[in-house]
């Protein structure tokens, strides 16, 4: 059989390099092949009928997870939050937003399974928002230096690892502190590997805004899940990604619009607070000013899904969520959570959604 490299196929089909290798990861040109880090592809293969489509219905979604392991990620409440929003979705529905996305595990769960025209996502975190926008528009180059990265880690002593790791954790501070745009690219990379190696895989910063998570120790930590950023990337294809205040989102969200918030969880005590997504905290002032504008969201028509911690789980008298969210559906569900690194703290607690549909 003969190939040709999928640049060439880019050439023919008359689009990007970057859709041919997307195609080809998900098994959509029969007969490719991948070698080394290159899609070859057979010369008389034809370019698939939806080839610029950006987002299709049938496509099977089931690898699209989360690219980032983020505290207060939703993995756990995933299946009441799917219940919920499944209800939600009908044919008026074309829009989605989620200001508050974090590392995603509601948005890549419900992106496959409905046909939105339009998709919104923020977060106040810019290192978040810079690796989501470096995986949407340049996931092959991304790919290749963390290939790179992987290689080198991997074989490496664990004494070795860490001199490893630190010097990249260094090489990170050192552009998130002085970089520039130019440098984007390099600190999505740097995140990611971080991430993958770190302890419990956490993005934590002091309060100088350096990233401060120590080694972890997993043996052979996936660093470059390709088959998943290729398909991430596919799905962000057509999605406006924000960082910014969730306030931000006001003028996409009309009553065509989902909007699913998962804010910063209310510490339920002084040693569960956690609050070092970025360098500003969300007290209660803030969840009040959110509560303020979903009511405002709400009365223009769109559907919410808001889930937080249950005050009730350790004072049965703290009605905080309830009162503030008194006019809507209020349910405790249970999930188990993994902020806390010690093991005896993770054990099952309720936690809170409230919807207005
Ligand atoms: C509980 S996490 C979201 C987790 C996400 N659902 C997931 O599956 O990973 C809350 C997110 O809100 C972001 N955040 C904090 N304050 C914010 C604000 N004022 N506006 C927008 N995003 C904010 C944080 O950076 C963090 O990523």
Redesign the pocket.
Known sequence: MDYISAREAAQQWKISQRRVSVLCSEGRIKDAVMVGNMWIIPSDAKKPEDARSTRKKSEPQSTLR?FLK?A???GQLLSEIRKRYMSALDSSITKYAE????????LFDIIGKHDFKEIYI????SE?INAYKVIRDNVEQLIAELSVMQESFLPLESEERKVFYYKARDEYNAIKINGNASENQRKAVLMIFLNRTCFNGLYRVNSKGLYNVPMGDYKKPLICDKENLLAVSSALKNVEIVCG??TDSESFIDEHTLVYF????RPLNVTSNFTS??ETA?DDE?QKRLATYIDRLASKGAKIIASNSDPKNVDPNDDFFDRLYSKYKIERVEASRMINSKAESRGKISEILVTNF
């Open positions: 989360p983020w207060g990620g939703k200001p508050f996305v974090g590392g995603g595990a509601v923020s977060d106040i975190n978040l205040q969730f998962d804010p910063p969880y997504y970025t969300f803030q």
